[in-house]
């Protein structure tokens, strides 16, 4: 019973057996519920660190985490709405059809 514990591997607390450290771009993306566009724009803004592995482009678990936590204490920005728009004037085509 003593090999089977040395065996395991030694894992960060709260971290359970099987739970995958980095994973590809497109799962990043899609756990984010992001375009993978929009996530590349969030790594190029230095949002969302990339880990190169060769041509492989990883992302740790912990950096989606982070970047989730700042997200959610920034404090939210609510664009007024716009004006609405004037009365349409009628085109020349318009103005053939409906004289």
Known sequence: ??????????????MASGERLAIRVPEAAALLGLSRSKFYDLVAAGEIPLIKVGSASIVAMRSLEAFIERRLTEPVVVK???????????GSFQRMLHP
């Open 1 to 14: 019973m003593a090999k089977d514990r040395a065996a395991e591997p030694k894992l960060p607390p709260g």
């Open 80 to 90: 007024p709405p716009k004006p609405p728009l004037g009365p349409r004037r009628r």
